[in-house]
């Protein structure tokens, strides 16, 4: 259970109470994108001993952090024992992070970009501020009532990168830092989402809450942080989806999403594939696009939305 609640892309969709929480901005320019944790907490790494490393990252870092990192102190991180051991138990990691960390404030312009193409293409859309902040490596993103909050450590994978230290799991899950843009992309997605998941906890369900944010985010971005599942998964798209459709309309969502490394013979989270797949039928078989996206973001019942995406 722990592990389905860190998984890297794990989507937390906004309660009404979170909503209220944040004042709404619908001006894309007016979202703020935050990078200062990142330099928080580089200059605490560098101030930090083992004789001090609890006070220094409590006080220098966790303290002094934005809204943002506090929220993700509160649901990710926990606590600066937390942190400290697990910068500890992984120091090439860490020490080869810094980097890739510090390569975030540049990305801006394209996120920004998809800020504007998501205005474009569904007026109704909401934009929260942005916060980039590292993390004890259990989360690459979730939403809260403070905007989205990306784990920055969740994207230090290179070609060079020293695996000896990390788990399967984080071998399985960790990104390069080129995929910033398409994460960000794909929660601004998720914080458009206004489904009523708790009257549905279906695989389809889930699978089209995801699938569909890679789509409309790829339609912003122009990628998808899932791109390995299409080489896999479209030549034997009607397989995967007769195997899809015997599950679809249980809660067991095991064999399709959030599997980390425990998928077997096949890339994990397929659920992601199909979801997308459906979306994408949907929306090319509307005529209108932009009721389309409206319809996307605002789905009440996931089997007459799969009926009409004309998918199977």
């Given at each position: 259970?722990k592990?389905k609640l860190t998984?890297l892309?794990a989507a937390?969709i906004?309660?009404?109470?979170?909503?209220?929480a944040?004042?709404m901005n619908?001006?894309p320019a007016?979202?703020?994108?935050?990078?200062?944790?990142?330099?928080l907490?580089?200059?605490a790494y560098d101030?930090?001993?083992?004789?001090?490393?609890?006070i220094v990252?409590?006080?220098?870092?966790?303290?002094k952090?934005?809204?943002?990192l506090?929220?993700?102190?509160?649901?990710?991180?926990?606590?600066v024992c937390?942190?400290v051991?697990?910068?500890?138990a992984?120091p090439?990691y860490?020490?080869?992070?810094?980097a890739?960390?510090?390569k975030?404030?540049?990305?801006?312009?394209r996120?920004?970009?998809?800020f504007r193409k998501?205005?474009?293409i569904?007026p109704?859309?909401?934009?929260?501020?942005v916060?980039?902040v590292?993390g004890?490596m259990?989360?690459g993103?979730?939403?809260?009532?403070?905007?989205l909050?990306?784990?920055?450590?969740m994207?230090?994978?290179?070609?060079a990168?020293d695996v000896s230290?990390l788990s399967?799991w984080h071998?399985?899950v960790?990104?390069?830092i080129?995929?910033?843009p398409?994460?960000?992309a794909?929660?601004?997605i998720?914080?458009?989402?206004?489904?009523e998941?708790?009257?549905?906890t279906?695989?389809?369900?889930?699978?089209i809450?995801?699938?569909?944010?890679?789509?409309?985010?790829?339609?912003?971005s122009?990628?998808?942080i899932?791109?390995?599942?299409f080489?896999?998964?479209?030549?034997?798209e009607?397989?995967?989806?007769?195997?899809f459709?015997?599950e679809?309309?249980g809660?067991d969502v095991?064999n399709w999403?959030?599997?980390?490394d425990?998928?077997?013979?096949?890339p994990?989270?397929l659920?992601?594939?199909i979801g997308?797949?459906?979306?994408?039928?949907?929306?090319?078989n509307?005529?209108?696009?932009k009721?389309?996206?409206r319809d996307?973001?605002?789905?009440?019942d996931f089997?007459k939305f799969l009926?009409?995406?004309k998918?199977?």
């Amino acid at each position: 259970m722990k592990k389905k609640l860190t998984l890297l892309f794990a989507a937390v969709i906004l309660s009404a109470a979170a909503v209220a929480a944040q004042e709404m901005n619908a001006d894309p320019a007016k979202a703020q994108i935050v990078t200062s944790d990142i330099e928080l907490f580089w200059k605490a790494y560098d101030k930090a001993t083992p004789a001090n490393d609890l006070i220094v990252y409590r006080d220098e870092y966790l303290k002094k952090g934005s809204p943002g990192l506090q929220a993700f102190t509160a649901l990710r991180i926990g606590s600066v024992c937390r942190l400290v051991d697990t910068i500890s138990a992984r120091p090439k990691y860490y020490a080869a992070l810094r980097a890739s960390s510090l390569k975030v404030a540049g990305y801006e312009p394209r996120m920004r970009e998809s800020f504007r193409k998501l205005k474009e293409i569904y007026p109704d859309a909401e934009f929260p501020n942005v916060y980039f902040v590292v993390g004890a490596m259990n989360s690459g993103g979730t939403l809260t009532g403070k905007g989205l909050l990306i784990g920055v450590e969740m994207y230090g994978k290179t070609d060079a990168t020293d695996v000896s230290e990390l788990s399967n799991w984080h071998k399985a899950v960790l990104n390069p830092i080129e995929k910033i843009p398409l994460i960000v992309a794909h929660e601004l997605i998720h914080y458009q989402q206004r489904y009523e998941m708790g009257n549905d906890t279906t695989l389809l369900g889930k699978a089209i809450q995801e699938g569909s944010a890679d789509f409309i985010g790829e339609l912003i971005s122009g990628g998808t942080i899932n791109e390995h599942l299409f080489k896999f998964g479209d030549p034997i798209e009607k397989q995967l989806w007769l195997e899809f459709k015997k599950e679809m309309n249980g809660t067991d969502v095991s064999n399709w999403l959030y599997q980390g490394d425990k998928a077997v013979g096949r890339p994990a989270d397929l659920g992601y594939y199909i979801g997308y797949k459906i979306t994408r039928s949907y929306y090319e078989n509307a005529t209108d696009k932009k009721q389309a996206i409206r319809d996307i973001m605002n789905i009440k019942d996931f089997g007459k939305f799969l009926e009409a995406s004309k998918y199977e």
